[in-house]
C-alpha cells in the first residue's frame, strides 16, 4: 500500500541508524505541518511572495521523504513570479496539502 512517502533517501542518508531516522521523521513532522498551514493562508491571503518562502522551505523535506510534489512545489513557487489570480494555483494547492497530509498520518502512524 502506497504510505504517501518513502524512506529510501532517509536510510540512505542515515546509513541505516534507526534514530537518526527518528530524528528526521520527528524534524519533518514538527516542521512541515505549520509551513503548510503557512503556505496555504498566504495563498489564501493572496501573498504570493510568503507562499513562495514557504513551499520553497518544504521542497527539501519533501524530497528527503521522496513525497512526489516537486512540479506543484515549483508552481506555487512560480505563481510568486506572475500576476495570476490565486484561483490558478488553487487546485494544486488543494493537492499538496492532501498528499503531505495523507503522509503525515502515515508518518505518524508508522513511528509512534
Known amino acids: ?19 537518526f531516522i527518528g530524528v ?14 503557512s503556505m ?20 527539501p523535506n519533501l524530497q528527503l521523504f521522496e513525497i512526489d510534489l516537486l512540479s506543484e512545489i515549483k508552481t506555487i513557487e512560480s505563481w510568486s513570479k506572475t500576476n495570476k489570480p490565486k484561483q490558478e494555483v488553487l487546485p494544486i494547492l488543494d493537492h499538496i496539502v492532501t498528499t503531505v497530509n495523507n503522509a503525515i498520518q502515515n508518518l505518524k502512524e508508522d513511528f509512534q
Not at 40 to 59: N, S
Open 1 to 19: 500500500m502506497n504510505r504517501g512517502y518513502s524512506l529510501d533517501s532517509v536510510n540512505e542518508l542515515s546509513g541505516g541508524d534507526d534514530e
Open 24 to 37: 528526521l521523521v520527528q524534524t519533518f513532522l514538527e516542521e512541515i505541518p505549520p509551513d503548510l498551514d
Open 40 to 59: 496555504v493562508k498566504a495563498v489564501d491571503e493572496d501573498d504570493p511572495q510568503t507562499a513562495y518562502q514557504f513551499a520553497h522551505k518544504m521542497k
